[in-house]
């Protein structure tokens, strides 16, 4: 299963990488805007996790534009955040039913957000 990790802290990234390389096929973007090029690309993805607040293109665009470009993968995603900080990103967090991770996690409640999604 391939899961695509969309955060801005490089480090964050690795971690989430690293956390998963043993049962998922790991793709990372630093850039919102790569993550959507992705997918309008036709990469397809079991799960993807998208942090909420980066500069430039943020959780909440990424969101729209796969929503738009691929609807099926729009379900896919978890949002990954330490505290949502806008109006847009609370009422998006607010419609994922769940499909929200906060910060700080553990290995366990990521495996378990990632399989969720994968799974269906």
């Given amino acids: 299963m391939r899961v695509l990790v969309v955060d801005d802290e490089p480090l964050c990234g690795e971690l989430v990488q690293r956390a998963l390389r043993r049962e998922y096929d790991?793709?990372?973007?630093?850039r919102g805007d790569?993550?959507?090029?992705?997918i309008r690309g036709?990469?397809?993805f079991d799960a993807i996790l998208c942090d909420l607040t980066m500069p430039g293109t943020s959780g909440v665009d990424v969101f729209r534009?796969?929503?738009?470009a691929a609807p099926a993968q729009a379900e896919k995603i978890v949002f990954v955040t330490?505290?949502?900080t806008?109006?847009?990103?609370?009422?998006l967090l607010a419609?994922?039913?769940?499909?929200?991770?906060?910060?700080?996690?553990?290995?366990?409640?990521?495996l378990q957000a990632v399989g969720t999604v994968a799974k269906g």
């Fill in 65 to 68: 534009a796969v929503r738009d």
């Fill in 34 to 38: 790569d993550a959507i090029a992705q």
């Fill in 86 to 91: 806008t109006a847009d990103a609370n009422a």
């Fill in 42 to 44: 036709g990469a397809s």
């Fill in 82 to 84: 330490g505290g949502a």
């Fill in 95 to 110: 419609a994922q039913r769940g499909r929200v991770l906060f910060k700080p996690f553990d290995r366990a409640r990521l």
């Fill in 26 to 30: 790991v793709t990372f973007c630093s």
